[in-house]
Antibody, heavy 121, light 112 residues
Framework: EVQLVQSGAEVHKPGESLKISCKGSAYNFTEYWIGWVRQMPGKGLECMGIIYPADSDIRYSPSFEGQVTISADKSINIVYLQWSSLKASDTAIYYCARLGVRGVISHFDSWGQGTLVTVSS | DIVMTQSPDSLAVSLGERATINCRSS????????????LAWYQQKPGQSPKLLIS???TRESGVPDRFSGSGSGTDFTLTISSLQAEDVAVYFC????????FGQGTRVEIK
């Protein structure tokens, strides 16, 4: 069974940096795009961007370009999402999710459990 | 970005009755090269990760009850729950994947 396991909840102050992770297992990690999806408290889903681990091809959604960095380490089957300077408005649950058709951008067929990031002074 | 707009934002339906959720995209999601519709539907229950219900506009995922169905083409799509059950109370999202994915704002389904 495909699994995406995310790193644990984080609490940080504004201005701090942060990197969260998502580890895939039980499938060929390099052959499927993975995306990061933000869900702010009580709000909907927003795709921040997607990455193809085989060659680190990245597509950012316009709202998130320059705000976060997505990366991958295919040697250990992990995708990352990082911030250089957090803001209170980054408080949200962040999901990683696999795009379910090999090699192409498609629907999200498997989801991580979510990582709650809280930014507060 | 392709903008996805759902309607209504919320609806209350009696148990056993039909629930219909609409989703409109700002441009066509139909691929002329393979005639596929790049549209998915998800269900999210409180405190849970989203769950894929339907892909390619009308293909139900394995294990999804057949009371859930998807239809539509071009820019207008519909998710129908034919006979609402208590366990269907959730927020439903549409999503396009014609380009970098974007979601609709969600529709909350409750019991009347």
């Amino acid at each position: 069974e495909v699994q995406l396991v995310q790193s644990g909840a984080e609490v940080h102050k504004p201005g701090e940096s942060l990197k969260i992770s998502c580890k895939g297992s039980a499938y060929n990690f390099t052959e499927y795009w993975i995306g990061w999806v933000r869900q702010m408290p009580g709000k909907g889903l927003e795709c921040m961007g997607i990455i193809y681990p085989a060659d680190s091809d990245i597509r950012y959604s316009p709202s998130f370009e320059g705000q976060v960095t997505i990366s991958a380490d295919k040697s250990i089957n992990i995708v990352y999402l990082q911030w250089s300077s957090l803001k209170a408005s980054d408080t949200a649950i962040y999901y990683c999710a696999r795009l379910g058709v090999r090699g192409v951008i498609s629907h999200f067929d498997s989801w991580g459990q979510g990582t709650l990031v809280t930014v507060s002074s | 970005d392709i903008v996805m707009t759902q309607s209504p934002d919320s609806l209350a339906v009696s148990l056993g009755e039909r629930a219909t959720i609409n989703c409109r995209s700002s441009q066509s999601l139909l691929s002329r090269s393979n005639n596929k519709r790049f549209l998915a539907w998800y269900q999210q229950k409180p405190g849970q990760s989203p769950k894929l219900l339907i892909s390619w506009a009308s293909t139900r995922e394995s294990g999804v009850p057949d009371r859930f169905s998807g239809s539509g083409s071009g820019t207008d799509f519909t998710l129908t729950i034919s006979s609402l059950q208590a366990e269907d109370v959730a927020v439903y999202f549409c999503q396009q994947y014609y380009y970098t994915p974007t979601f609709g704002q969600g529709t909350r389904v409750e019991i009347k």
